[in-house]
């Protein structure tokens, strides 16, 4: 059973940085590729940054130059680095699986304020 979980979230001012990760359980991880996602209150999920198994990447424009998505497919895990954070970067922070989404998990709340 697949599973994926978020951690590293917290309270930041604006300006701040956060390091979020994901580990996932119950797939071939490196074959993979890891996407980060967010929901703010009231808004749809939106994606937020991609890396493809070979390495490649792509973010979404509301975050390039600030966001930083690496893996480590010896631990299972995807970083997302976020740096300049900014109020509307608040949101539920989840990892998933594109294109082929699995069931999400609980997610990991990043609030940015002052």
């Known amino acids: 059973q697949v599973q994926l979980v978020e951690s590293g979230g917290g309270l930041v001012q604006p300006g701040g940085s956060l390091r979020l990760s994901c580990a996932a359980f119950?797939?071939?991880?490196?074959?993979?590729?890891m996407g980060w996602y967010r929901q703010a209150p009231g808004k749809q999920r939106e994606p937020v940054a991609r890396?493809?198994?070979?390495?490649?990447?792509n973010y979404a424009d509301s975050v390039k130059g600030r966001f930083t998505i690496s893996r480590d497919n010896a631990k299972n895990t995807v970083y997302l680095q976020m740096n300049s954070l900014k109020p509307e970067d608040t949101a539920v922070y989840y990892c998933?699986?594109?294109?082929?989404?699995?069931?999400w998990g609980q997610g990991t709340q990043v609030t940015v304020s002052s």
């Open positions: 998933n699986t594109p294109p082929s989404l699995r069931s």
């Open positions: 119950g797939i071939i991880f490196s074959i993979n590729d």
């Open positions: 890396i493809r198994s070979g390495g490649s990447t």
